[in-house]
């Protein structure tokens, strides 16, 4: 616990040391990456290997160029296995390098990267070309990337090689072995030549390789490490900050920089969010909560089972198996019970201990990435262990294809999802549909592909879903508010009505089911971030996510009288569940 207190106090109250140590740890971490080219005229073009930089980026879990991670096999859920993906990128998307529509957005990552550069004493002409030709490479490799739709489907871009044929498929030229175990030594791990791994993005790493034997070097190290400074900047001092928040801006619409303290719970959350856990548990999450929890979600649960019963356009054989894998879902509420115990909870964050100082804000910060970093490149000495996946504090929840698991943690089961002394009707309506929506990415277009023990195979009968191209969260929360709705009758029916708020007398419970799912999405989004959430957003934006699910359901027009054929009750309603 002290350990938490200590990393959040870095976090908060140094501000001014922040500002007093300056850009000194900063400079000192890029010599360990031999230097930033754009910045530093002492750079050493002979020294530098491409192989040697990515490796050090990556022990600070910056995964440029190659997104890995070591995760459960789709094919082998019970086994873990490194994964390799093209990389993300320093705009929202890769639509910002190649679309007009992008122009602006893309101008202004330009200046970014030159206001950084000459912010560092670079000179403006120098600053000029390096980002131009950083931008050319990175554009490049925007191309050669799939789209967010074309990286949806995990049977279709899931290959299993052995390192070997990493050689002949991928490239002969890059040195697969050197790159692998340069990051896997850390955790004693080997990789030879037969070692399989899992690829999902074989043909950017085609291009993505071959781009690179053939870029020069400063092109390479003033990418790779602009990428490091980019995520570093909220860690150093102010000036160079406004010049990040210009950009912000323009890309993300953000008028003013969250108070440091926002900061500061995110990053501790981030590097240690199951001891932060404890402590959000202790004080917001209890046992009753857990208790009224489950109920809900065996209720909702069997009115799928009723869904999956009644649909027509399921056969016979598919639902017997989707039922059998609705019962084999697990579920995980609030948190993960080890984190009750202290010497389990002191054994996690062990690889932090000594190295957090309360002087130190930007080394704790790197120390924190190298821990994280440890921690998870680990897992491959492991088989999978089906545990938590979120920190307790999290307000999210989620379906996790892979382990056949829906995860609600204590974050979510909060107001306004969720609250112990407050209509059963809005709780029905928040996070009753949420848990609905959780159940039903089970079943939709990509969790379907995925069997009872989270094992990528083909248990479904092709036929059944033709047609249905539309997106997951779509599927998911057309079907949520339905087996809420579903549920909240049942629940009706035996324990009464329900209670109405008082100084709204006017709406029932059932106005109020409606109301609390409304509410919950409620969002101000600034055009930029619009933007930002339909191009990137795996959701559509919250307002469609409202008024789509309500239009297409029957109850909803029932119960507000809208007339047939208005636009919140239009004859042709689509669904899947
Ligand atoms: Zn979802």
Redesign the pocket.
């Known amino acids: 616990m002290d350990l938490v207190q200590l990393e959040f106090d870095t976090e908060l109250t140094l501000g001014k040391s922040i500002e007093n140590i300056g850009y000194t740890p900063l400079h000192d971490t890029y010599k360990k990456f031999g230097r930033f080219p754009m910045i530093d005229p002492d750079w050493n073009e002979t020294a530098f290997d491409t192989i040697d930089l990515m490796v050090a980026l990556r022990l600070y879990n910056n995964k440029h160029l190659i997104n890995s991670y070591v995760s459960a096999d789709y094919k082998n859920s019970s086994n873990n296995i490194l994964q390799l993906r093209q990389q993300d990128f320093g705009l929202p998307s890769r639509e910002y390098y190649l679309k007009d529509q992008y122009a602006t957005e893309l101008e202004a990552y330009r200046q970014y990267i030159v206001d950084i550069a000459t912010f560092f004493n670079s000179s403006k002409v120098d600053a000029e070309t390096d980002a131009a030709d950083l931008i050319k490479f990175e554009t490049y490799l925007a191309n050669v990337s799939q789209s967010k739709a074309e990286t949806r489907d995990p049977a279709a871009n899931y290959m299993k090689y052995t390192v070997s044929e990493l050689y002949t498929n991928i490239s002969s030229e890059f040195e697969w072995l050197r790159y692998l175990n340069g990051f896997f030594q850390v955790v004693n791990y080997t990789f030879t030549n037969d070692t399989e791994l899992v690829v999902h993005s074989t043909e950017y790493l085609i291009k993505m390789t071959e781009k690179v034997l053939s870029t020069p070097k400063r092109v390479l190290a003033n990418y790779i490490i602009w990428r490091f400074t980019m995520n570093r900047v909220s860690n150093l001092p102010k000036s160079i900050q406004e010049i990040e928040a210009k950009f912000d801006k323009i890309v993300y619409g953000v008028q003013s920089k969250p108070a440091r303290w926002k900061k500061c719970v995110d990053y501790t959350n981030g590097f240690m969010g199951m001891a932060v856990g404890r402590l959000f548990v202790a004080k917001h999450f209890p046992e009753e909560a857990k208790s009224m929890a489950l109920d809900m979600i065996s209720g909702i649960r069997k009115a799928f089972t009723g869904l999956l019963n009644t649909v027509p356009w399921l056969n016979d054989k598919t639902r017997e198996v989707a039922k059998e894998k609705e019962e084999a879902i697990v579920e995980k509420i609030g948190y993960p019970e080890w984190i009750m115990n202290n010497t389990r909870l002191n054994e996690e964050y062990k690889g932090l201990l000594g190295n957090i100082a309360d002087d130190k804000y930007f080394a704790n910060t790197v120390a924190s990435l190298r821990y994280l970093c440890n921690y998870e490149l680990k897992y491959i000495l492991e088989p999978v262990k089906r545990e938590f996946g979120a920190s307790p504090p999290t307000v999210n929840a989620?379906?996790s294809g892979t382990f056949n698991q829906i995860v609600f943690p204590a974050g979510i089961l909060q107001p306004p999802f969720w609250g112990r002394d407050r209509p059963i009707s809005l709780n029905y309506g928040a996070i009753g549909m949420v848990i609905g929506?959780?159940i039903s990415?089970g079943f939709d277009d990509r969790g379907r592909l995925f069997d009872k023990d989270g094992n990528l195979v083909k248990w479904w009968d092709d036929e059944v879903m033709n047609g249905v191209n539309t997106q997951?969260?779509n599927i998911?929360?057309n079907g949520g508010i339905k087996q809420s709705y579903q549920a909240f009758l049942h629940y009706q029916k035996k324990h009464g009505q329900g209670e109405v708020l008082p100084g709204l007398e006017e709406y029932t419970p059932n106005h109020l089911f409606f109301i609390a799912f409304a509410q919950q999405w409620c969002v101000n989004y600034r055009p930029q971030a619009l933007k930002v959430a339909v191009e990137e957003g795996?959701?559509s934006p919250s307002m469609y996510r409202v008024r789509g699910p309500l239009a297409n359901f029957e109850e909803f027009s029932k119960v507000y009288k809208c007339k047939s054929g208005s636009s919140m009750n239009p004859v042709k309603k689509c669904a899947v569940w």
Do not use: K, L
Request: net charge negative; proline share 0%.
């Open positions: 989620y379906y929506h959780e990415h997951s969260e998911a929360d795996v959701h």
